[in-house]
């Protein structure tokens, strides 16, 4: 029997390198696929007369599967990357063999962080990025522990948020704001689940990743202490264990 590949997508406003810690770990056990969403890191923003869209995203990853032959994949994504596997399940639930779940949640966005997403995009289009994006979403991103005790954490985040292309910063907003509530879609997939959380995420804490778990039949929940929202950052040995310990026969094909 043979493991279902597992695609990790990231979250935002970061690209695939927040996987660094995490991928050559989990790829001496199992193949691990690890694309930038597009607009973000590497990945470009392909012109569409449509509004911004997860279900679009989720097109870019359903064309790679079919791109690389895959026709069932574990998928797992980081607080955005979690949003967007959840656009994956509905849109071709056929190619999804299991969950894992990371900082993340399956609610969609109060008025108030929808009305935050279209300031930061309407920012971004106005001013670029440079010089407030990255302190204005560290706070959030990282444990205070972190903030204070490993400076090299908040570099590379800050770099990687720095680092990515304006445009897909504001489309990705904007896609985000409008996403819909996946808690009934999570309730009757019927696969496999984990889910990951930091015990200090300020953005999905544990309530969110415990209401999550419990509409997912038989799902595992991990919490890290320690951690914040990026836990394939702040706790990189953490979250490969919780994979690795949760990744068993089950998910083969």
């Known amino acids: ?23 050559e770990p989990l790829a001496s056990h199992l193949r691990v696929i690890t694309p930038d969403q597009r607009g973000l890191g590497r990945s470009p923003l392909p012109e569409s007369p449509r509004e911004p869209s997860l279900e679009d995203a989720a097109r870019d990853v359903v064309a790679l599967l079919d791109k690389l032959g895959l026709d069932r994949v574990v998928l797992g994504g980081c607080s955005m990357g979690g949003y967007l596997a959840m656009a994956v399940l509905r849109l071709a639930p056929e190619r999804v063999g299991g969950l894992v779940l990371i900082d993340t949640k399956g609610s ?105 778990a419990g509409v997912l039949d038989g799902a595992t929940l991990v919490v890290l202490p320690g951690a914040g929202h990026l836990t394939p950052l702040e706790d990189p040995a953490g979250v490969v264990e919780a994979i690795l310990s949760w990744y068993p026969a089950t998910h083969g094909e």
């Open 1 to 23: 029997m043979t493991e279902l590949p597992l695609v990790l997508l990231h979250a935002f406003p970061l690209d695939s390198r927040m996987w660094d810690a995490v991928r």
């Open 108 to 212: 969609p966005d109060t008025p108030e962080a929808a009305q935050t997403r279209l300031d930061v995009a309407a920012r971004v289009e106005r001013e670029g990025i440079a010089g407030w994006l990255a302190e204005a979403n560290l706070p959030n991103l990282l444990a205070a522990s972190t903030r204070e005790q490993r400076p090299e954490i908040v570099e590379t985040v800050r770099e990687i948020i720095e680092s990515q292309p304006p445009g897909g910063v504001a489309w990705t907003a904007l896609a985000l704001r409008t996403r819909p509530d996946s808690l009934d879609l999570l309730r009757g997939c019927g696969v496999p689940a984990l889910v990951i959380v930091g015990e200090e995420d300020p953005i999905t804490p544990v309530a969110a990743a415990s209401e999550l």
